[in-house]
């Protein structure tokens, strides 16, 4: 397979709602990657869009629907789906579009635009279960992290303060963030333990915010990278995994997330890493709740089971940590404007290695990052690796 | 290049905004309506709950029963052998005290829920569902836990014909 390299990146602002539809948000954010790329639309030859359900637009056909906006009028061009990894996972798809050889300049545009769906999102995310055993029950989305986050703390006995920690430093992480939807550079341990109670034991600053948003960013091969002098501004994918898990997720014990784990060795075989903790400087898991990044650092093999807790409690994964984590202030503190995460994890760890991050640059140097999205029924694992 | 780009594209809008009238929006309420057919697996499945009975599905290539029960099994890969039943008990993997109802809106009275793996179906298979005569204080993962049936009368074919899942007596 032929080298890949991101060579620019672009992202709107992420807010509760925004007044832009949504292809205008994806020209946006497309616009300002290609700018950074020094490339125009005609030098694109495959466009993949990414985004997530239907029913937060309204519109069925939502790939095609967007599809000016994200430039893909004329081209070979797809939409890519999957739950929450949309964020991460549609650059995978415009990676296999370079590496494969298919295309030389891969544009990939992601884009959310939840605040349509009135009086709240979270009204059609009761379209995601089982018709048959699970929506009778009328399920709320929240209570099923609640129990993953449960089943996660209760086995290995760890206190709800070291999960409320990751929410603190992410909204802090976040103050250098110029398109942050809920920075704070304030916010204490207790503001989060004391925080409105939703699902036991989740608390209301225990989830990232719905949001608005869109991102980002141009993949080209080895040889355009040379050709058009892009080297100083390329941070290379070094490999790419993916696996989801059955559907049936009462048949599973929720403690671990075996297909994060599965991804990760995926990409890490891929990018030559066989002590994951040691080679990889800088990570930027997926952080839709807080306890998220904690289970997602071990599925990625960066934290012992049940042990990632103590490490945000002993300060590794502050910015200036050995292992710093979510340096972007991630999904908890930029927003989650679901497929557009794009921005803040393909997004951050192009701009962290290019040291282009401003205020939220690793204050050491780093070579090595790696960034994972989660979504469905709790089963789904996308994991990329990029370096210098 | 977040360090050097001086704007970022997107107009905040806010409640206000929307109430004014400065903000155009259309409105439109979807309307769609479904029939499911249940399938082979659920049909049965559906039947014995009206019989207040829960079933489970062989599965002979990796010797587990399979719950809730379906036609072909996911690792192996093949089609499943045979009909078994399970108990209607079972214990609590984990669970919510959830203050919030389906759409999300504020209740003040919790609902508590979460997965049972019931008895005599492979280890941790089991079914989402409530919880009942028992407190939000009393609740705990590793708890025994039997089925509460709804009147024979009053059953449907649902899983909601298990009104909650209670305390098991004595275990």
């Given amino acids: ?388 | 290049m977040t360090a050097r780009i001086p704007r970022f594209p997107g107009v905040e809008l806010g409640p206000k905004d929307l109430e004014s009238g400065v903000v155009t929006t259309v409105r439109y309420r979807p309307e769609a309506k479904f029939a499911w057919s249940a399938g082979e697996a659920m049909t049965r499945f559906l039947a014995e709950l009206e019989q207040g009975r829960l079933i489970a599905r062989e599965c002979k290539g990796c010797d587990r029963i399979l719950f809730p029960p379906r036609m072909f099994c996911e690792e192996c890969y093949r089609p499943t052998d045979a009909w078994v039943y399970v108990r209607d008990t079972g214990t609590i993997e984990t669970y919510s005290i959830s203050y919030l109802d389906t759409d999300a809106r504020r209740i003040t009275e919790p609902i508590l829920v979460g997965v049972v793996s019931i008895d005599g179906a492979s280890p941790k298979m089991g079914m989402m569902h409530y919880f009942g005569e028992m407190s939000k204080d009393d609740i705990r993962i590793g708890m025994r836990v039997q089925a509460k049936w709804r009147a024979a009368r009053d059953r449907t074919g649902s899983v909601l014909d298990i009104e909650y899942f209670r305390p098991m007596r004595g275990g």
């Fill in chain 1, 1 to 388: 397979m032929r080298k890949v390299a991101v060579v620019g990146a672009g992202m709107t602002l992420f807010r509760r709602r925004l007044q832009e539809t949504g292809k205008e948000l994806s020209f946006e954010a497309a616009r300002m990657a290609l700018d950074q790329a020094r490339m125009e639309i005609g030098d694109v030859d495959a466009v993949i869009h990414g985004t997530a359900p239907d029913a937060f637009d309204g519109v069925h056909m939502k790939g095609e629907y967007l599809l000016d906006g994200s430039g893909g009028r004329r081209k070979p061009y797809m939409r890519v789906f999957t739950g929450g990894g949309t964020g991460v996972f549609s650059a995978i798809a415009g990676y296999w579009h370079v590496a494969s050889g298919l295309a030389d300049v891969a544009l990939v545009v992601n884009e959310e635009k939840m605040s349509s769906c009135q009086p709240h999102p979270q009204s059609v995310f009761a379209y995601i279960w089982d018709p048959i055993l699970d929506r009778p029950l009328r399920p709320n989305l929240v209570w099923i992290f609640a129990m993953e986050m449960n089943r996660y703390m209760t086995v290995h006995g760890i206190p709800y303060e070291d999960i409320a920690r990751v929410a603190v430093k992410n909204k802090r992480n976040a103050v250098g963030h110029p398109c942050a939807q809920l920075p704070d550079a304030n916010i204490t341990l207790e503001d989060v333990m004391n925080s409105e109670m939703m699902a036991w034991p989740v608390r209301r600053l225990d989830i990232s915010p719905p949001s608005d948003g869109a991102a980002a960013v141009v993949l080209a091969s080895e040889d355009v990278v040379r050709k058009r002098r892009l080297k100083d501004q390329a941070a290379w994918i070094k490999g790419v995994g993916w696996c989801i898990d059955s559907t049936m997720w009462t048949d599973r014990d929720l403690v671990f997330p075996e297909y994060v784990n599965r991804a990760a060795k995926m990409a890490y075989a891929q990018a030559k890493i066989d002590r994951p903790r040691k080679q990889i400087d800088f990570a930027e898991p997926y952080d839709p709740f807080d306890y998220k990044e904690l289970h997602h650092l071990e599925g990625l093999g960066l934290a012992e089971k049940g042990k990632a807790g103590l490490m945000t409690r002993e300060g590794i994964t502050e910015r200036d940590g050995a292992l710093p984590v979510c340096p972007s202030g991630g999904l908890l503190g930029v927003g989650n404007p679901i497929a557009a995460t794009l921005g803040i994890k393909i997004g951050e760890l192009y701009w962290q290695l290019t040291g282009q991050a401003g205020k939220r640059q690793i204050p050491h140097e780093v070579h090595t990052g790696v960034t994972q999205a989660w979504g469905d029924l709790m089963q789904y694992g996308c994991v990329v690796v990029m370096g210098t």
